[in-house]
């Protein structure tokens, strides 16, 4: 019997993309650039059901970042994260509900919008100065609200980490306990709300050959392009797609 996967050959047209950016952005090149998977996706099907696509897939990310970097995170810190960005995922289970697929999708094309306007500018700086521990609190609460809703937080917590100026490994290994505490937490809300089904999972298992490619290439990437047009090109995409999803949630 044939799995009942997503048949649109447009949806793996940017399916595949999303999935190998996630992985590059896993692989510490183009950080926080994942966050472009699900609004990429969503210009196939809606936000809430690509979301559910890359659960799994991220789970498997996950699992490769925390059997890479388990010796590096940094403790007190994830003390403090993990559970604000529980919250986060617990306000994004209780409003989930009342925000139709549309809205949704505006969330998310506000958000990479206001994303690429802050990276443009206001771009990190190795000066920039510690956020304070309220504000740190706010953007990680939000970090968890943003992943749940479309595995969208890693610009909000970046904001609050980047400037403690961590070792690169430290920095890395740190979001990578975050978020797999964060991902793992969104797997029973996710099936509560039904999104976890045969179609959804079956669709996902056809994406997941591309996610360690998608590492790979990262790896790759980050000793042969250079920076600039890499960033470039992402930002244009970002633009793009956050314009189109901004757009079908205000039109008709």
């Not at 196939?44 to 699992?63: E, G, K, N, R, S």
């Amino acid at each position: 019997m044939s799995l009942p996967l997503v048949t649109d050959p447009f949806f793996y047209a940017v399916a595949i993309p999303a999935v190998l950016l996630l992985g590059v952005s896993k692989s510490g090149f183009g950080a926080g650039f994942g966050s472009l998977a699900v609004p990429m996706m969503a210009l196939a099907v809606t936000v809430p059901q690509a979301a559910a696509i890359l659960m799994p897939i991220l789970f498997v990310m996950d699992v490769m970042g925390l059997a890479a970097f388990r010796k590096h995170w940094d403790k007190d810190l994830i003390k403090f994260l993990v559970p604000l960005g529980l919250v986060g995922t617990l306000v994004g289970t209780l409003l989930f509900k009342m925000l139709d697929a549309r809205t949704v999708a505006g969330i998310v094309g506000v958000c990479t919008l206001l994303f690429l306007a802050q990276r443009l500018l206001f771009p990190p700086r190795p000066d920039s100065p510690h956020p304070p521990k309220w504000l740190g609190a706010l953007l990680t609460v939000t970090s968890g609200f943003t992943s749940f809703v479309a595995h969208a937080g890693g610009p909000p917590v970046n904001a609050y980490v980047i400037p403690m100026r961590l070792p690169p490994l430290v920095f890395t290994a740190t979001m990578s306990v975050f978020f797999f505490a964060v991902n793992l937490s969104k797997w029973v809300p996710y099936a509560w709300l039904g999104l976890l089904d045969m179609r959804n999972m079956s669709t996902s298992l056809a994406l997941l050959p591309f996610a360690p490619i998608g590492v790979i290439v990262g790896v790759k990437l980050a000793h042969r392009i250079q920076p600039l047009l890499f960033y470039r090109l992402i930002y244009i995409g970002m633009f793009l797609t956050g314009c189109k999803l901004v757009w079908d949630a205000v039109g008709a």
